[in-house]
């Protein structure tokens, strides 16, 4: 018989898949999460609610600003004609002013909203999505002080619902950096 050279072993499996005594396993690498990168439904649920939400009270907000400052004098002529308001306790220039007061809050918190909404949305910026919890609280705040209408219960509802999930575990974990 001819001699023949001893087998060689595979590089890549040495000692047949053993480690050499002495030696310890190294741990494995952990996989990536293919849903990482994707944004959390809780995140894109509490967007598009401020997004449409705000939407509307800025539409009422400029509504409101325009109604009573386009023609403020008819307008004062108008509500001072009105006999509801003796009952509240109002003149009609109060009316125009608390009118025109709630008319630009209600703008300059819309624009906010729909700006953090945006940048939590597209940038996964923590910062804004933890001001927009606290916008939400806010506009719970003047929803509660607004109690008599039935308008202002529907933001309630609404602003609750955000704040609970953008400070929920999933949004929290997908705005973090690591």
Known sequence: MTEQPPPQRSPHLPNFG???YGETPSPPEPEPDPDADRRPTSVTVGCWLTWVFSGIALVIGLWA????NVDRAGFERRA??????????LTAKELAQILTIGGAVAVVLSVLA??????????R????????????VVTAAISLLLFFAIV??????VSL????????????RWTSPW
């Open 18 to 20: 053993m480690l050499p």
């Open 80 to 89: 001072a004609r009105n006999n509801d308001l003796d009952s509240l306790g």
């Open 114 to 123: 729909i700006w953090l909404a945006v940048r939590v949305h597209r940038k």
């Open 152 to 157: 202002p219960f529907a933001w309630l509802v």
């Open 161 to 172: 619902t955000v704040m609970a999930l953008m400070l929920s575990g999933s949004a929290k």
């Open 125 to 136: 910026s923590k910062a804004a999505r933890i001001s927009l919890a606290l916008l939400s």
């Open 65 to 68: 600003l325009l109604a009573v």
